[in-house]
């Protein structure tokens, strides 16, 4: 029983994770999504692929493809909404790093303090 019940919390979690890129992937401009491209051209390989992404969704999806984005690793999305000056994405991204982290702790997990929001 003690297995579902840690399925179904990292299931949950999962969950929230793709909930919160949907409502990101979707307030992207497509000028929010250009210079995003921009700002990720040196760590997209190969280069050329950013000239078929033209949506957040999209965008978003190229991220987590080049393993520039995964449900425990925010930094870069939370780096690229900073600059394209996209703040109420940043806060987002903030959030939900803190309530994660918090659910960690309470099931036991460390986090060392430099990777604490």
Excluded: W
């Amino acid at each position: 029983m003690e297995d579902y019940y840690v399925r179904r919390v990292e299931s949950r979690d999962h969950l929230q994770y793709c909930t919160l890129l949907d409502q990101i992937g979707k307030t992207l401009t497509r000028e929010n999504v250009d210079d995003m491209k921009f700002l990720s051209r040196d760590h997209v390989k190969p280069r050329s692929i950013l000239y078929e992404v033209f949506t957040g969704e999209q965008m978003l999806a190229l991220l987590e493809g080049q393993h520039l984005l995964a449900e425990n690793s925010l930094v870069f999305l939370q780096m690229l909404s900073y600059y394209i000056g996209r703040l109420d994405i940043y806060n987002m991204v903030v959030e939900f790093r803190k309530r994660r982290q918090r659910q960690l702790l309470r099931q036991g997990y460390d986090i060392s303090p430099d990777y604490q929001s």
